[in-house]
Each structure stands twice: as structure tokens, then as C-alpha cells.
């Protein structure tokens, strides 16, 4: 017997105050015996329910028991928690919110969202590198109490160059990119974007955000992210590359690539990259199913590394001979 089907019929209960099985059957799409064991499992368990014989009769919770989590299905339930498990990234006033939520469920739902708290470890550090603790910026929650609350802030910052500034700006959301922690905000140069651990001070105003109409965080911050992707990556090679092999270009530049129309049994592709040199270094170990086209001075650098692999390398293939 599910736990997500008790939680079901225990919110079908706080929310009509009565039911019968007929109408659990209804509403889970099981037959009325399969929903009378499930209403005669809630009291077994410790729920407080009861049942009222005769016409006009059903099943009832004593004295109308509620929990806070009405609305909630059992795995939205679970999802919540998951929020405020070792994993999270959630302030410390999430995470104790969420844990005083856990008492809001009857006992016998407990254990599924308290596990869920304890279910995964994300682990940031690649292998073989250094283990760097990342602890959130110490500005996030003001910063996102003034997103929340709706009011412009003064904001104490400090540049990429190390200048420090003390502008009025309008919170709109905060974005968790990677380890990083940034501030999307209204400003009289336009939106900008602020790093969190390079804020040194906020001072919340009286004065309400002004918040562009139909403002949608998540739109804007792809649209910063394409813009920030294109001027760190200013360089575009292009190609034809078989089919098969568009799979492994992609492991090699991620979303560096874009695959165009199909051309003679081979696919047009585009690559963006930091420099010429730097894509041909990427692309010269695809030769076999890559064919760079363009510009010339990709084509330069790809020529020059390929002269100076067979330089270094080209005399291997004759020891091997005469080994073998």
C-alpha cells in the first residue's frame, strides 16, 4: 500500500471534511473495497479518523485534524525536503523551515520525507582536482530577502578591477550558476548583473523595485548567459563532420557547437572558441571525421600543429617497423 495514496486520501479528507469510499474510489481510480483499506490503514496508522454509519455517513477526521501541508501530494512533500538535505544550496532559514514542516506530517508519513533530507550528496569537485569548500557568499540573504520583499537596495560592490562602488540598484532575482551566486538588478545604466561574493555591503531602502512587466528571471538569465557565452567564446570555426561522429564533437566543445543542415553525407557545423589557436588545438585530434573549412586562420594554426606532430612524431612509425 503506497504512501503517496495515503497522503491522497488524507488530503481528499481535510479538504471535503467528509468522504466516502465510493468517492476515494472516484478520485484514485481503485474499486470502494481497495479504498476502504486504505481509509481502515490512515487509523491504523495513528490518523485520527473515523467513520460515520448511515445515510448521509463517511469518513471524517476527529475534530476536523488538519496538517499545514494541505495541497501537498506526498512527492511534492518529499521534493521539499529534498530542498533542505545536505545537497541544498538553501539558507540556513530554509533548511530549519523545512525541517519544523517534517512535524506538519502524521507520523507514519515522517519517515519518507526525512529520508528524502539525507538522499543525496552533490559532490562539485572533479576528479583529481583540489578540494575547494564552497560556503555561500555572506550577502545571499540579504540580497534575496530584498528580491523577496520587493524593495531597492543600496549595494556595495566591488569590480573586476578591484574598484569599489556604492550604487542604488532594483533586486530582480538571484541565480546560482556553478559555485557562483549572482544578482540579477535593475540599475540607471539598465539591467546588470553583480556577483554576490563581491558585494561588501546592502542596505535596504523604502522604495519599491521597479520591476519591468512581465519580468521573467529565468528568460533573462538565458539571455545573459548566451550573451556572456559569445563574448568569452568571439571565435567561430566551421566544418563538415560525419554524422555519426557529431555526438564525440559535442563531448569535445559542449555547447560550443551548433550542427547546421545535412551536405553531401556530411553535417555543417560551427564551433565557437576563446582563439584561433586554441580551436584548432581542440579540432586537430578529429581530422578523421572533421573537416575544418574556415576561417584561414584556424586552417593557418591547424596546419602548423599537424607539421609540427609529424615533425616530432613522424619517425615513430619506422621504429615500430623495425621492432616489429
Same mark, same amino acid.
Not at 540556513?92 to 507514519?108: D, F, I, S, Y
Given at each position: 500500500?503506497?504512501?503517496?495514496?495515503?497522503?491522497?486520501?488524507?488530503?481528499?479528507?481535510?479538504?471535503?471534511?467528509?468522504?466516502?469510499?465510493?468517492?476515494?474510489?472516484?478520485?484514485?481510480?481503485?474499486?470502494?473495497?481497495?479504498?476502504?483499506?486504505?481509509?481502515?490503514?490512515?487509523?491504523?496508522?495513528?490518523?485520527?479518523?473515523?467513520?460515520?454509519?448511515?445515510?448521509?455517513?463517511?469518513?471524517?477526521?476527529?475534530?476536523?485534524?488538519? $496538517?499545514?501541508? !494541505?495541497?501537498?501530494?506526498?512527492?511534492?512533500?518529499?521534493?521539499? *525536503?529534498?530542498?533542505?538535505?545536505?545537497?541544498?544550496?538553501?539558507?540556513?532559514?530554509?533548511?530549519?523551515?523545512?525541517?519544523?514542516?517534517?512535524?506538519?506530517?502524521?507520523?507514519?508519513?515522517?519517515?519518507?520525507?526525512? +529520508?528524502?533530507? !539525507?538522499?543525496?550528496?552533490?559532490?562539485?569537485?572533479?576528479?583529481? +582536482?583540489?578540494?575547494?569548500?564552497?560556503?555561500?557568499? #555572506?550577502?545571499?540573504?540579504?540580497?534575496?530577502?530584498?528580491?523577496?520583499?520587493?524593495?531597492?537596495?543600496?549595494?556595495?560592490?566591488?569590480?573586476?578591477?578591484?574598484?569599489?562602488?556604492?550604487?542604488?540598484?532594483?533586486?530582480?532575482?538571484?541565480?546560482?550558476?556553478?559555485?557562483?551566486?549572482?544578482?540579477?538588478?535593475?540599475?540607471?545604466?539598465?539591467?546588470?548583473? *553583480?556577483?554576490?561574493?563581491?558585494?561588501?555591503?546592502?542596505?535596504?531602502?523604502?522604495?519599491?523595485?521597479?520591476?519591468?512587466?512581465? *519580468?521573467?528571471?529565468?528568460? @533573462?538569465?538565458?539571455? /545573459?548567459?548566451?550573451?556572456?557565452?559569445?563574448?568569452?567564446?568571439?571565435?567561430?570555426?566551421? #566544418?563538415? @563532420?560525419?554524422?555519426?561522429?557529431?555526438?564525440?564533437?559535442?563531448?569535445?566543445?559542449?555547447?560550443?557547437?551548433?550542427?547546421?543542415? +545535412?551536405?553531401?553525407?556530411?553535417?555543417?557545423?560551427?564551433?565557437?572558441?576563446?582563439?584561433?589557436?586554441?580551436?584548432?588545438?581542440?579540432?586537430?585530434?578529429?581530422?578523421?571525421?572533421?573537416?575544418?573549412? #574556415?576561417?584561414?586562420?584556424?586552417?593557418?594554426?591547424?596546419? !602548423? /600543429?599537424? $607539421?609540427?606532430?609529424?615533425?616530432?612524431?613522424?619517425?615513430?612509425?619506422?621504429?615500430?617497423?623495425?621492432?616489429?
Amino acid at each position: 500500500m503506497g504512501t503517496d495514496r495515503l497522503v491522497a486520501v488524507l488530503l481528499l479528507l481535510q479538504r471535503r471534511g467528509q468522504v466516502t469510499a465510493a468517492e476515494v474510489a472516484r478520485e484514485l481510480e481503485v474499486s470502494e473495497r481497495t479504498a476502504r483499506r486504505y481509509l481502515d490503514a490512515l487509523g491504523m496508522a495513528g490518523v485520527p479518523v473515523y467513520s460515520v454509519q448511515g445515510r448521509g455517513g463517511g469518513w471524517r477526521l476527529v475534530g476536523g485534524a488538519r $496538517t499545514d501541508l !494541505s495541497g501537498l501530494t506526498a512527492g511534492e512533500a518529499r521534493a521539499l *525536503f529534498l530542498v533542505a538535505g545536505q545537497a541544498s544550496a538553501a539558507t540556513p532559514a530554509v533548511r530549519a523551515a523545512l525541517r519544523k514542516l517534517v512535524q506538519a506530517l502524521p507520523e507514519p508519513f515522517r519517515g519518507q520525507a526525512e +529520508a528524502a533530507s !539525507s538522499s543525496l550528496v552533490v559532490d562539485p569537485q572533479r576528479w583529481g +582536482a583540489g578540494r575547494v569548500e564552497q560556503r555561500p557568499p #555572506g550577502f545571499l540573504d540579504e540580497v534575496q530577502d530584498a528580491v523577496i520583499r520587493g524593495v531597492r537596495v543600496r549595494l556595495g560592490y566591488v569590480d573586476r578591477a578591484g574598484a569599489e562602488t556604492v550604487r542604488t540598484v532594483d533586486p530582480l532575482g538571484v541565480v546560482a550558476k556553478g559555485p557562483s551566486w549572482y544578482l540579477v538588478a535593475g540599475t540607471e545604466a539598465g539591467r546588470r548583473t *553583480f556577483r554576490v561574493d563581491r558585494v561588501w555591503s546592502v542596505e535596504p531602502t523604502d522604495e519599491p523595485v521597479d520591476r519591468p512587466e512581465g *519580468f521573467d528571471l529565468a528568460a @533573462c538569465w538565458r539571455e /545573459i548567459a548566451d550573451e556572456v557565452d559569445r563574448r568569452r567564446t568571439p571565435v567561430e570555426a566551421w #566544418g563538415l @563532420c560525419v554524422p555519426h561522429a557529431t555526438g564525440l564533437l559535442r563531448t569535445v566543445v559542449g555547447d560550443r557547437l551548433e550542427v547546421g543542415a +545535412a551536405a553531401g553525407g556530411r553535417v555543417e557545423v560551427v564551433i565557437r572558441g576563446y582563439s584561433e589557436y586554441a580551436l584548432a588545438g581542440e579540432l586537430a585530434g578529429l581530422v578523421d571525421w572533421l573537416e575544418v573549412t #574556415g576561417p584561414p586562420g584556424v586552417l593557418e594554426h591547424l596546419a !602548423s /600543429i599537424g $607539421t609540427a606532430l609529424a615533425a616530432r612524431y613522424g619517425g615513430l612509425s619506422a621504429v615500430t617497423e623495425s621492432r616489429g
